[in-house]
């Protein structure tokens, strides 16, 4: 049993994170500011079921300014999560934000953290950092050329983490999760935008021709990848976590007209820059060191990331479509 920090707590995979560590009988404080880049209320209600549960507490405090020694007190694994997510978003005049959360906050924790003795310090880190790749799968020692402000904002990340090692020996280790789905996944990422399209039987829009393919990695799976990184993870280190299958939006498209029983509305438009082509993990590393073995197929994980959208989506299509009661309504997290 460990005192653990879960900053993003209130996040789609810190919510995750927190519930697992609870689930293993770890106390744990979780941190969250409920940046306003996608409702707050979907992130408070990622956390409710969490509220009486023994070993549970939660602050809402922004890192890139509050009295973190008193966060850090008594803690002994972070699991840094908390970070302004989202490619595209990441050109413009918003790039304040990414700045703000993804450089300025981590190097406050990881300043503070100098001073309290931890067993491992976890960030997580993306696969954006190597932008168009040049082999897949990727291992971890690829150059890392980001081809998205958001991408060089993890790449800095990275940066600082190693050099905190180096210079303070502090024991950090960095994971580069590629794609994550399933319940609760954010409601700007693609799966969740494609489901509740076809759910609710509205256009759904294509970046590029569809050809493009990611290595999607399921929430819990990834989940279990990040506590093994607190236990067995080598400070300073670096871990590739994906879901172990190359898969194109084409082949997701046909899976989700599949599970949601909808004929899908597509409406192609020209790729976003920033977006890779390709992205494949190499996660050999992470299956030596961290015992890292993904759970499920994406046809399987989908089908948990479907249901969890039926139970919240006011229209629930199909042939034998059945309308929802408590239409609007923010739903029970799972
Ligand atoms: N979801 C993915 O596919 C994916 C892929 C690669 C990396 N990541 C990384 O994993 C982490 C979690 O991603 P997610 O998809 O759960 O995103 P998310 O937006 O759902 O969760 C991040 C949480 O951090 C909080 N936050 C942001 N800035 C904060 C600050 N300054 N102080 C306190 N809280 C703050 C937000 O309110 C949010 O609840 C992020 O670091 C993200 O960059 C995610």
Redesign the pocket.
């Known amino acids: 049993m460990a005192n653990v920090l879960v900053?993003?707590?209130?996040?789609?995979?810190?919510?995750h994170l927190a519930q697992a560590c609870l689930e293993q009988d770890h106390r744990v404080l979780g941190?969250?500011?409920?940046?306003s880049?996608?409702e707050?209320e979907i992130?408070r209600s990622?956390i409710r079921h969490m509220q009486d549960r023994p070993g549970w507490e939660f602050r809402e405090?922004?890192?890139?300014n509050?009295d973190l020694a008193e966060l850090l007190d008594g803690i002994e694994i972070v699991f840094?999560?908390?970070?302004?997510?989202?490619v595209r978003a990441s050109w413009g005049q918003t790039f304040g934000?990414y700045v703000?959360?993804?450089v300025?906050?981590l190097q406050r924790l990881l300043e503070a953290s100098r001073a309290v003795g931890l067993e491992r310090f976890v960030f997580?880190?993306?696969?954006?950092v190597y932008g168009d790749a040049e082999r897949f799968p990727t291992t971890e020692d690829t150059p890392l050329q980001p081809i998205s402000p958001?991408g060089a904002t993890?790449a800095l990340g990275e940066h600082l983490c190693r050099l905190y090692h180096r210079s303070h020996a502090l024991p950090t280790v960095m994971l580069?999760?590629?794609?994550?789905?399933g319940p609760?996944?954010?409601p700007d990422?693609a799966f969740n935008k494609l489901i509740t399209a076809a759910l609710r039987h509205e256009e759904i829009v294509i970046y590029g021709d569809g050809g493009q393919t990611r290595d999607f990695?399921f929430?819990r799976d990834?989940v279990q990848g990040t506590i093994a990184a607190a236990v067995d993870g080598h400070p300073g280190a670096v871990y590739n976590l994906g879901g172990g299958a190359r898969t194109s939006m084409n082949e997701v498209l046909e899976m989700i007209a599949d599970l949601t029983e909808c004929k899908l509305n597509i409406r192609r438009v020209a790729a976003q820059a920033g977006d890779a082509r390709d992205t494949a993990a190499d996660t050999s590393r992470a299956r030596t060191q961290l015992s890292f073995s993904p759970s499920r197929t994406l046809y399987d994980g989908l089908r948990e990331q479907v249901e969890w959208h039926r139970r919240r989506t006011p229209l629930v299509a199909g042939p034998s479509a059945v309308r929802r009661l408590g239409a609007g309504r923010i739903p029970e997290a799972v």
């Not at 580069?176 to 789905?181: D, G, H």
């Open positions: 900053t993003g707590a209130a996040g789609f995979i810190g919510s941190v969250d500011c409920f940046t880049y996608y707050p992130k990622n405090a922004d890192l890139a509050a840094h999560l908390a970070a302004q997510p989202g934000a703000d959360s993804n300025t906050a997580a880190s993306s696969s954006s958001y993890k580069r999760y590629f794609t994550v789905y609760r996944q954010r990422m990695t929430v990834a």
